[in-house]
């Protein structure tokens, strides 16, 4: 069975009589908009989702996932979070989200390029990334517990930049347990450490 691949995704909304020139200038405006302000209007931030989303679905053709929906909303730290869900998606989580970060780094990659500077990006499915966040979130607040009754350190297990941030931010304000990271990749892990 072959997919329906879209070889330029973002063309589909460049078709609108716009010239490449007019789209490029778009875009150069939105970068300078950006790196003035660290915001964007939500114009702008459309346009973002819609070049985004257009590409996911794209991605999503390959796994014969036609019939999907992919929710747009705004993250805590100003992250534009597209959330995919519907279809058979658990190939496209993979073993510890594994393919979900990867799919996340293709798509930021791409939206780099077209747009010429790095937007914040999350991809998740079906919330995966919110509840791992939640179970990260309990599991610093746990190891944090058993510190300061040991007045040892505990190590975490392995895990990927964006979880041992997720771990570091949990505890920065705990002014009993200092945290910071180990080892090289893939076995990088967070070691929490009780302060006297």
Known sequence: MEAN???????????????????????????????????????????????????????????????????????????????ISGGDLAVLIGRHGRTLDALQIVLNSYMSNVLGFHYPLIVDIEGYKSRRKDKLEALAKNAALRVKKAHKHVSLPAMTPYERR???????????VTTHSEGDEPERHVVVTFIN
């Open 5 to 83: 691949i879209i070889d330029d995704p973002v063309s589909s909304l460049e078709d609108n009589n716009e010239d490449s020139y007019t789209t490029k200038s778009k875009y150069d405006a939105m970068k300078s908009h950006y790196e003035i302000n660290k915001k964007l209007d939500e114009s702008e931030i459309d346009t973002i989702a819609d070049i985004a989303i257009n590409f996911l679905r794209s991605i999503l053709l390959c796994f014969n996932e036609e019939h999907v929906d992919v929710d747009e909303f705004d993250g805590d730290e100003g992250e534009l979070i597209l959330n």
């Open 166 to 176: 997720i771990i570091h931010m949990s505890l920065m304000n705990d002014p009993s």
